[in-house]
């Protein structure tokens, strides 16, 4: 159950795991006619945390459809909405890791594999029910009764159970990640293009001709219009420079510049 109707990862994207913060499930709305008697899907609305191996964590929110199982409800709820789990399940649990794979192009574009994250879930919900039926044990006739009838299949709480639910405590304790990085603004993006020229572009001499200023400004800097004389022909150069960094451009001196292999009339200056 993945993005569209792919039933397999989509090629090249990056193992991952999913983790819920915060999340709810609900019905689909149907208008008038209400909800069908049986839904093979519910609306999720979850906030995760992503832990790609090599990477730091990051969160997404997001809504999407999901498998019926995820609303939970007791006895019931099997990984396919016409298949019946006997045991007690409780759908979507917070300290449950759900594999999925990650858009290396969208870090927020998320493929969930959920039968994965079913077949995650069966041990962590066994376990939630030892530890209801051992609190309803410990409280009184009553609930203890209610308990094991509600709860038949769950047994005795295990060793384990305790390990498990402390790993599950560290887990919900760890502080919140960044969120999902978003694209890079026109700052980064000019950035990365003059890299780009000064990486692959051919290195020569210039002459700083001019530098104006103009009414526009860029995180606090005014932007600066420079002119080149560079082999023969004049180039504008607009960037935001500061003071400190300007006097480097001082009408009629010389400086190192590096031509754009594909686009001659760009270039990125030195000092």
């Not at 459809?65 to 298949?83: C, Q």
């Not at 603004?185 to 002459?207: N, Q, S």
């Not at 009408?251 to 510049?257: H, K, Q, S």
């Amino acid at each position: 159950m993945g993005p569209g109707l792919l039933r397999r990862a989509p090629r090249g994207w990056l193992p991952a795991r999913a983790i819920s913060l915060k999340h709810s499930v609900r019905s689909h709305h149907y208008g008038s006619e209400g909800a069908p008697e049986i839904e093979t899907t519910f609306a999720l609305r979850v906030r995760w945390r992503i832990e790609v191996a090599g990477r730091e964590p990051y969160e997404v929110e997001e809504q999407r459809d999901g498998p019926a199982w995820l609303a939970g409800g007791g006895v019931g709820g099997g990984n396919r909405w016409y298949k019946v789990r006997v045991r007690p399940q409780y759908g979507l649990m917070k300290d449950v890791p759900v594999p999925c794979f990650v858009n290396p192009a969208d870090p927020s574009d998320l493929w969930i594999d959920w039968d994965a994250a079913y077949d995650a879930h069966e041990g962590a919900w066994e376990r939630e029910a030892r530890i209801r039926r051992a609190v309803s044990d410990a409280s009184n006739p009553y609930d203890k009764v209610v308990g094991r009838l509600t709860n038949p299949f769950a047994g005795r709480v295990r060793a384990e159970d305790e390990a498990a639910e402390a790993e599950a405590r560290i887990e919900r304790e760890k502080p919140p990640p960044p969120a999902a990085p978003g694209p890079p603004g026109p700052f980064e993006v000019r950035l990365a293009e003059l890299g780009r020229i000064k990486d692959t572009g051919r290195k020569t001499r210039a002459t700083v001709m001019a530098h104006t200023a103009t009414p526009r400004s860029m995180f606090g800097m005014p932007v600066v219009m420079l002119t080149f004389f560079v082999e023969g022909r004049t180039v504008e150069f607009e960037h935001c420079y500061g003071p400190r960094h300007l006097k480097h451009y001082k009408v009629g001196r010389e400086v190192d510049v590096w031509i754009d292999p594909d686009n001659p009339d760009a270039l990125c200056p030195g000092q």
